[in-house]
Structures are given as structure tokens and as C-alpha cells.
């Protein structure tokens, strides 16, 4: 998918992504190889931009809109789901009967929350806060982007100045597990 602009629309292009994993791993048959590098995937992208979120989205929701602190803490809430979710998918063969389990879980929380940011949050965002402050939060989102871990931690904490201290070792060691693994070869 196209990524760029103001954060509003490089996250809603990371939506549009997984969703598209997600048809993808719906198309492929129960069990196989295909179905395991696509949940692989669909993680790697989830992290990713959860991450990114964490670091500069909800900072900013907590800044700079009335009840943003309410907002923010549902947000990761949703993130703290899902990444518990993806990490007990992470010790899953596609073989195994709770990988489908698990997948239907984590497809479903993830279709609530970008309902929910889509819907509630990013107009909110487009309403309350400047262009410029969008923009800005955009390329901050997609450099995040580039360092974030690639697996779930979810032991690791989700909120500012800690996250964003600990995500770029954390996203360096994925990569290199990643790489040496050969997990979401061909993804940017």
C-alpha cells in the first residue's frame, strides 16, 4: 500500500495492509506453510505500526485533545491485546489447532480497533489538531516504523520515554533473528 503524508492517512494505509493480509491468509489453505509466513507477516506489520503508534500517535492524542488520556489508554489497551494474542501465535505450527483459534482472535480485535480509530480517534485528530502537527507526526511514524521490533513483546512497556528507549534494540535483534530465520523475507 501507498504510505505517506500526514499520519492519518499513513496509518489508515498500514490498515489497509493488514487488511489485505488478512484476505490473503483467508485464501490460503488451513495448515500450510503459506498460512504460517502470512500470520508472520500480518504480525510484522501489527507490531510495527502499534509501536509507532505507542511512540508518537498517543503521546500526541494525550496532548493535544480534550479527554486524550482516556483515548490514549483505550488505544493501547487494544495494542496490549493483540500483542498478547500474536505472542501465543508466535509458538504456533499452522498445524496446530489454536493457530486458526488465535488468528480469528487477533483478526478480530484488530477489525474493532481500526474501526474504532477510524470512526472516533482520526476525526477527532483532523478536528483538533494543526495540519502541520499531522505531518509532522506522519514522518515520525513512518521512521518509527523502520526501527520497530518485528515480534511481540508484550512485556515491554507501551508508553513514553521507556518504549521509545527500548524499541530500537528491541527491532534490531527481530531483524536479525528475522533475517537469519528468513521470517517476512521480501517486506520492506
Known sequence: MEHGGDVIAELM??????????????????????????????????????????????PAVRDHLEGGEALADREVADHERVEQLLKELEGCEPQALDFNRLMVKVRTEVTAHV???????????????????????????????????????????????????LAPGLGLVDRTRDFLSGRGQGRP
Open 13 to 58: 494505509s498500514d490498515h489497509r495492509t493488514v487488511e489485505a493480509l488478512f484476505s490473503q491468509f483467508e485464501g490460503t489453505p488451513p495448515g500450510s506453510d503459506a498460512r504460517k509466513r502470512l500470520a508472520d507477516d500480518i504480525t510484522i506489520e501489527l507490531v510495527r505500526h502499534a509501536v509507532a503508534e505507542e511512540e508518537h500517535l498517543y
Open 115 to 165: 474501526r474504532d480509530e477510524e470512526r472516533t480517534l482520526f476525526p477527532l485528530l483532523r478536528e483538533g489538531v494543526h495540519p502541520f502537527i499531522l505531518e509532522s507526526l506522519g514522518r515520525k511514524v513512518r521512521e518509527a516504523k523502520k526501527t520497530a521490533p518485528t515480534r511481540p513483546h508484550p512485556s515491554v512497556p507501551s508508553t513514553p520515554p521507556a518504549n521509545k528507549l
